[in-house]
């Protein structure tokens, strides 16, 4: 089980400071498979930098069965983070990135390696430098796997692969994951893969936590309706007028599409008391729920 707890952490540049997570708390159960998503330096690389040890907190603490991370080789062994940048392995082959990870994890299993190594076809003895950046990917996900520890740590987890391959991988961590009862945290912007592969999801904005839930209960409190009058068109106040909560307004001819939070029952009562000709629910993906709520937190979304 990891558990941070009111986590804050400042980049101190020469002009000015960055305060890159502020006061974050969140629990991740072992045994699950956890999505960090959030914008563009929302803060999701920083935080798994933190919880592998790299980064030390100002403030708050982050702990792996109990044991603070930060400065203790020992819980690292625990710990494989597969980082958004692979450029320190470049001048490495296949065969010395095995001989790295053997030495840095007790746990390392050479079959795994081998037997991982051969069916994504990687070349053994090819420095790093000349394989593709999908092909680095691969590389080092391998050595992630092969290394069996209890956590892996995956930033921009799908970064670079082909539609292919992200599947070949994805099937390869989830089987791995689920076979070993392990745990895996994964940030990535693809937010309809992060709902297909993960459990739980966070969602990160400007270094703050905006939620944490179960992926099943992420789309709950949320409706998406279609609803048009019986003669000329609607505009958002009518609807706000009616008591729903308008996250989203947008007319297309004479019908509208409201996203609303709220629960279902009470949205379509409200609606329905306009009396309009058209009134019928849609459903909402998991990237229109995390763009609506980043927009609450003052996200612009150029669509808008
Ligand atoms: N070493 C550093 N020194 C100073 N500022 C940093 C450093 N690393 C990250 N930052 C800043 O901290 C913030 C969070 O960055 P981080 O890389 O964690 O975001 P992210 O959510 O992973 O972003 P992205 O999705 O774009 O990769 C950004 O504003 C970034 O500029």
Redesign the pocket.
Known sequence: MIEIKDLSLT?K?ADED?E?LKAVTLDIPEGCIYGFV??????????LRVISGIYRPDSGSVTIDETEVYDRPQAKENIFFVS?ETVQFSRLTVNDLKSFYQSSYPTFDDKVFDDLISKLDLPRKKPLSQFSKGMKRQAIVAAALASRTKYILLD?AFDGLDPAMRRLIRTMIVDDIFDRGATLIV?S?NVTEIGELCDKAML?HK?EVIFAKDIDDVREGFEKVQIALPEGELDRSAIENAGVEVLSFRNLGRVSTVVAKGEKADITAKLSAISPAVLELVPLTLEEIFIYEMEVHGYANSEE
């Open positions: 980049f540049n960055h890159a959030g914008s563009n330096g929302a803060g999701k690389s920083t935080l958004d921009e940030s912007h990160l270094g």
